[in-house]
């Protein structure tokens, strides 16, 4: 970089410096670089929003980082030893990962052209798996599998059962697993091809599902291994509304559900009342385009959901405040680099009310990025790299299994591997370039103390 750049990109930041003081409250005069410590000074107490940003409190990542300060974020992401979780051919593909237990996870994927499962008991970030079963003997069945804990020792496992969408439960004592007989889900063909379920309460769960072109619902109850499944609901009514689809529950009673409409990115709320099910109002969520091609969505809190998806080529994500059925969607923010090719692969997990960690694909690896909510405003930390072996990005699933800690299944080579990821909150330290700059330093943060940072917009 020329020195005329690197001035121009030093005087771009300090101007973006000085309306997050003004826009905070606090007074500047024209002193230049020399005067900002002493501007940020008058910012008054309280923090809050600010117009291009947020105050927020951060720790420092070790050494102490003073007052009126230029700092960067640090993510310190590390995994343990990544594991063969899976022998058979293709094992990695529809690979899904639900939470049984505080220290077990069971996963489905394909073996050969079989649907099998697989219980792994965690241990820190080690991994030790049970024997790998097969689930349904039909042909092709590993298709589009996904899983949804109902019980500590009960999993509702779905799959494409010959371009429908079938269910069944598996019951789970140990590592041993037992599957239950199967039934179909839904009369829609080609609904097992893009659909997302969340559990209500214990034995009810919700799915969105693709219902021809548009979206549709429906409420399964299950009591022991018997699943019924009920009235199919058309929750839209315009085509292409099917894909990208991705639900979570807000209570027992509402469900947030983003989903494809157009060449973008929609959601709803619906409203569940006993297994009947009343669609909100269709919003769009971003005008990023092919935003819609997958989505994960983590609820937040009752009236907060959090969702990730792509667009414009990079993975990005937005923060919707719900009120009744109504959604507010906030500034969809970009977080993480260019994809290479169709970006199919990403899977959120929320951490906390206030944090949540995205695994994704990054050229031919798999990364992860932790976020911080802040109102409806997304930071984030810098991506890494979670992966030494190429092509480690296909079919993605993460599950939290400890308040810092997710288990990732994923491709190595041809088969299934998994590793616990260590996610740590994003911390501060001193900027070492102008390229790295997120914000200033309100007051002193340390190792054990947060202090209040005003965050720029990126």
């Known amino acids: 970089m020329s020195i005329a750049s690197e001035i121009e990109d030093l005087n771009t930041n300090l101007q973006a410096a000085k309306l997050a003081v003004t826009t905070a409250g606090g007074t500047v005069g024209d002193t230049g670089l020399a005067g900002l410590a002493t501007e940020i000074g008058t910012i008054p107490s309280g923090g809050g929003d600010i117009i ?18 230029f700092v960067k974020f640090v993510n310190e992401l590390s995994t343990g030893t990544d594991t063969q979780i899976s022998t058979g051919a293709n094992g990695y593909e529809y690979a899904s990962a639900t939470l049984i237990d ?15 499962g697989v219980v792994c008991t965690i241990s820190g970030t080690s991994i030790t798996t049970g024997t790998d079963t097969q689930l349904v003997a039909s042909t092709n069945s590993y298709k589009y599998s996904s ?14 059962g010959a371009n429908y969408l079938n269910g069944f439960v598996c019951t789970i004592e140990g590592t041993t697993i037992t ?25 009810k769960v919700f799915i ?12 399964c109850v299950v009591e022991g291994t018997s699943i019924r499944s009920t009235r199919e609901y058309q929750l839209t009514s315009t085509t292409l509304t099917m894909q990208g689809v991705s639900a979570t529950a807000l209570s027992s009673d509402k469900v947030f559900v983003a989903h494809r409409s157009g060449n973008y990115l929609n959601g709803m709320v619906c409203s569940i009342s006993g297994v009947e099910i009343t669609p909100g109002t269709d919003v769009a969520l971003t005008d990023k385009s092919n935003s819609y091609s997958t989505s994960s969505s983590v609820t937040l809190g009752q009236n907060k959901v959090f969702v990730a998806h792509p667009g414009d080529g990079y ?19 970009v977080l993480a680099g260019t994809y290479v090719s169709t970006p199919y692969y990403l899977s959120a997990v929320r951490m906390d009310s206030d944090k949540v960690f995205i695994a994704h694909r990054q050229s031919s690896y798999y990364y992860g990025v932790t976020c911080v909510v802040s109102g409806t405003t997304v930071l984030f930390g810098p991506d890494v790299k979670l992966a030494t072996a190429s092509n480690t990005y296909y079919n993605i699933s993460s599950v939290l299994v400890d308040t810092d800690k997710v288990f990732t299944a994923h491709r190595s080579s041809t088969y299934l591997y998994a590793s616990i990821c260590s996610v740590p909150d994003i911390t501060v330290s001193v900027a070492d370039s102008q390229a790295n700059v997120v914000g200033f330093t ?14 720029l917009s990126p």
């Open 52 to 69: 291009n940003g947020v105050i927020a409190d951060f720790k420092a990542t070790s050494s102490t980082v003073d007052a009126n300060t």
């Open 102 to 116: 505080e220290n077990k996870v069971f996963v489905t994927h394909r073996s050969a052209d079989q649907l099998y």
């Open 147 to 160: 899983t949804i804990a109902i019980d500590t020792n009960k999993v509702l496992v779905m799959y494409d």
């Open 179 to 203: 599957p239950g007989s199967a039934i179909g889900l839904s009369t829609a063909q080609y609904s097992s091809e893009s659909y997302s379920a969340t559990l209500l309460e214990t034995n």
């Open 208 to 219: 969105a599902y693709r219902k021809t072109d548009a979206l549709g619902g429906l409420v």
């Open 315 to 333: 993975l990005c994500g937005v923060v919707c405040e719900i009120s009744g059925t109504t959604i507010t969607p906030g500034v969809d923010a």
């Open 442 to 455: 309100k007051d002193q943060c340390t190792s054990s103390t947060a202090g209040r940072v005003c965050v």
